[in-house]
């Protein structure tokens, strides 16, 4: 991702003004972005495979979500498509 190996992206730094009228630069790590897209790519791996749109966060639409998968395949799919020491996770499980 962003042409660059994980050892050549650990030092670089992407700058962002928050703010218009107060500026705030962020400085994050390029391994942040690199992560983020990771995570992204196996949600969407983990989509595909479930047959099912897995969305991120911990919303609602996360719990619906949670709950058809674990309608559909069970309580192990969970364990490969989430986070298990999430508050989340123990709202879907409750309700199904």
Do not use: N, Y
């Not at 050549?8 to 391994?31: I, M, S």
């Not at 897995?54 to 490969?80: E, N």
């Amino acid at each position: 991702m962003c042409g660059a190996d994980d050892d050549e992206a650990t030092g670089l730094f992407f700058e962002a003004l928050l703010h218009v009228r107060h500026p705030v630069v962020v400085a994050l790590d390029q391994q942040t972005f690199v992560q983020l897209g990771r995570f992204l790519e196996r949600l969407e791996q983990l989509s595909t495979q479930f047959d099912m749109t897995l969305p991120k966060g911990a919303s609602h639409t996360v719990v619906l979500a949670g709950q058809a998968l674990v309608q559909q395949f069970g309580s192990d799919a969970l364990r490969q498509a989430a986070k298990l020491h999430f508050k989340t996770t123990t709202e879907v499980l409750a309700s199904t």
